[in-house]
Each structure stands twice: as C-alpha cells, then as structure tokens.
C-alpha cells in the first residue's frame, strides 16, 4: 500500500490557475490507477481525473478541457494542472490510488478560488 501526500494548493483568483502534485511513498506505484477526488464540507467526495496505470485518463464533465492529470513514475508523482479555476471549484483535494481491492487517500489541499 502506498502513502499519499498532496501539495500545491491554495488561494487563487477566478480564472487563475494551480498545479497540485501528489507524492507516493512505497513501492509499485507504476501499478496504480491515480487519482484525484475533491470534497466541499457537506457534500459527497467526487472524482475530479483520473489516469491508470497505462496512461490513459479521464475527467469529469465539470473539469474537461480546464484541468489535466498527470504521472512521473519515475519520481512517483501524479499532479493536476487546473487552469480556468471557477468559484465551483473551490474544495479539498484528495489523491487517490487503486490497485486492485486496494486503495490509499492522502490528507487532502485546500484550494480556494475567491475575487
């Protein structure tokens, strides 16, 4: 099982933009679906991207074309740029990662898109 933690948010004006990055302790990082959820207080945790383990991604309806995800296995990172930022997209950011039955979450980063 690997260890997440999260980095890069913060407070950003609408239309600004961020780039969270996600490091993995562990070994076989290569092997995991990464990705990236967010959660406002209150509400249910959504998927945000997600990219496997054969590079291939996908992102949720409200993100597509603003946000990309990413992965370096070699520094076992995955990141997500996020340009076009919205007030909506205000939340805490969770990284994800899957193999199989198992599944790991790291403490999450505020991001803030305020005037």
């Known amino acids: 099982q690997v260890q997440l933690v999260e980095s890069g948010g913060g407070l950003v004006q609408p239309g600004g933009s961020l780039r969270l990055s996600c490091i993995a302790s562990?070994?076989?990082?290569?092997?995991?679906?990464m990705a990236w959820y967010r959660q406002v207080p209150g509400e249910e945790r959504e998927l945000v991207a997600v990219?496997?383990?054969?590079?291939?991604?996908n992102y949720s309806d409200s993100v597509k074309g603003r946000f990309t995800i990413s992965r370096n296995n070699a520094w076992r990172r995955v990141y997500l740029q996020m340009r076009g930022l919205n007030l909506e997209d205000t939340a805490i950011y969770y990284c994800?990662?899957?193999?199989?039955?198992?599944?790991?979450w790291g403490q999450g980063t505020q991001v803030t898109v305020s005037p």
């Open positions: 994800n990662a899957r193999l199989g039955p198992v599944t790991s």
């Open positions: 562990g070994s076989s990082f290569s092997s995991y679906d």
């Open positions: 990219i496997s383990s054969t590079f291939s991604t």
